[in-house]
């Protein structure tokens, strides 16, 4: 049978410290993510979110478990052995934009794909392919203090989402924005999830209300997958 998951997390802990003051933030954490799904991560402060992405997304390695994303399998390996996990198989956003204020959007994006290894030309052409899959192609010379909030995070999802990674790890993606402009944030991540050249996207958020709007919500509760649904999560409340 074909893999129906692009991401699969299994039995993965990790803790910091040592001794009594030794803390276990991820106990035995096991989730799926399926191709062109966006889930929403939810849970309180130290629970073990942003541990879970780092690990995920390769900056940080577990103390047992395994993590298989499309042909990479990792979980315990050093981040210096996943360089091309992170160039090829994940891309990140963050709450700050971490743009470059002297280079264009289209310049932030290529330079990403450039160091990933491609050739300028190439990285340049994958660059405005990507910023307009997120609605810049009028944009691409402008640098980031031309730009609003919202296109600002567009140029950091097209610096993400270029070289066709098959998963993006979001972390709080909306918080340095306004609440319109977080919506259609949101509804990017949905058209990029379920349109042509589907990916899968894993968004950490503190919103509720952005989160019932994703194909999925996790929550994180005494370092395991308390829930996997809007319902469950909320104890039975649809």
Not at 51 to 60: A, E, K, Q, S
Not at 81 to 95: P, T, Y
Not at 105 to 132: C, I, Y
């Amino acid at each position: 049978m074909p893999v129906s998951f692009v991401l699969r997390v299994s039995n993965l802990n990790r803790g910091f410290g040592s001794g009594i003051a030794r803390l276990e933030v991820l106990q035995g954490i096991d989730m799926e993510i399926q191709p062109g799904e966006l889930v929403a991560l939810m849970g309180p402060s130290g629970c073990g979110k942003s541990t879970l992405l780092n690990i995920i997304g390769g900056l940080l390695e577990a103390d047992s478990g395994s993590i298989s994303l499309t042909e990479f399998n990792y979980g315990i390996a050093h981040p210096k052995k996943l360089v091309d996990l992170r160039r090829r198989g994940v891309g990140w956003i963050f709450q700050d934009f971490h743009l470059l204020n002297h280079l264009s959007a289209l310049d932030n994006v290529a330079l990403a794909l450039e160091l990933s290894g491609l050739e300028s030309s190439t990285a340049e052409e994958e660059a405005r392919t990507a910023l307009e899959r997120v609605g810049l192609s009028d944009r691409v010379s402008f640098k980031p203090d031309e730009l609003s909030g919202g296109q600002r995070q567009r140029v950091a999802i097209a610096r993400a989402i270029a070289g066709s990674r098959p998963l993006v790890l979001a972390d709080e993606p909306t918080g340095n924005l306004d609440i319109k402009s977080g919506e259609d944030i949101l509804e990017l991540f949905k058209e990029l999830c379920h349109g042509e050249d589907a990916i899968s996207i894993l968004m950490v958020t503190h919103d509720p209300v952005l989160a019932s709007k994703a194909d999925r919500m996790l929550l994180l509760r005494d370092g395991k997958v308390a829930a996997s649904s809007i319902k469950e999560a909320w104890g039975g409340q649809a």
